[in-house]
């Protein structure tokens, strides 16, 4: 059984602080790792990083795997209060029937106070 | 930009219901998915479809059943609601070439009394 694990399960930063988001992963034939935004709503894509690809960066946030590790982290460089949702990694299995299939975390809430 | 949307934000239903929850993608997505997502769990998988009438059982798919008639639209169906589906309910979608890179919509908050 495929399995994701995120810590910490929750964070209180302030603003301007760094922060590290931890993701492990356990699955047979791995695809691809993926990390969403998910704020009130609909998680929003963020990066998606595959053997090929296993740094990604997008102004304050980037994301490295290890594949080696069967890991990846997402950090978030001067965190502002508009960084404050819940932050899911999901991995994709592509083997058989479970080709596109996505395992999720249990996700990592961040708050970022003022 | 990618467009799913749900038939409804919040939903009250009584166990023993039977309750569709609807979902339309705009962007000609093959791939359609169906999510659960409770405090500490995380999003699960409820059920998936890769074209017009096929459909694959997730992780989690006892109490569940799912319509695919037309390419845009999945839906998803509680035969008979319990307290224990009370949950938010996601849907996504994702073109053929890359299932992984998933689109959701807003969520529908489902309550069971």
């Known amino acids: 059984e495929d399995k994701v694990v995120q810590s910490p399960l929750s964070l209180v930063v302030h603003e301007g602080d760094t922060v590290t988001l931890n993701c492990s992963y356990e699955v047979t034939n791995f695809r691809s790792l993926l990390w969403y935004k998910q704020e009130k709503k609909a998680p929003t894509f963020l990066f998606m990083l595959t053997s090929s690809g296993i740094e990604k960066k997008s102004g304050r946030l980037s994301s490295i795997l290890d594949k080696k590790e069967l890991s990846s982290i997402l950090n978030i460089t001067a965190t502002q209060t508009g960084d404050s949702a819940i932050y899911l990694c999901?991995?994709?299995?592509?083997?058989?029937?479970?080709?596109?299939?996505?395992?999720f975390g249990q996700g990592t809430i961040l708050t970022v106070h003022p | 930009d990618v467009k799913v949307t749900q038939s409804s934000r919040y939903l009250v239903k009584r166990t023993g219901e039977k309750v569709f929850l609807e979902c339309v993608q705009d962007m000609d997505h093959e791939n359609m998915f169906w999510y659960r997502q409770d405090p500490g769990l995380g999003l699960r998988l409820i059920y998936f479809?890769?074209?017009?009438?096929?459909?694959e059982k997730g992780d989690i798919p006892e109490g569940y059943s799912v319509s695919r008639e037309k390419k845009e639209r999945f839906s998803l169906i509680l035969e008979s609601a319990s307290t224990n589906q009370t949950s938010m309910y996601l849907c996504a979608s994702a073109r053929a070439g890359d299932p992984y890179e998933q689109y959701f919509g807003p969520g529908t908050r489902l309550t069971v009394t």
């Open positions: 999901a991995v994709g299995n592509a083997g058989g029937t479970s080709y596109g299939k996505l395992t």
């Open positions: 479809s890769y074209d017009v009438k096929m459909k």
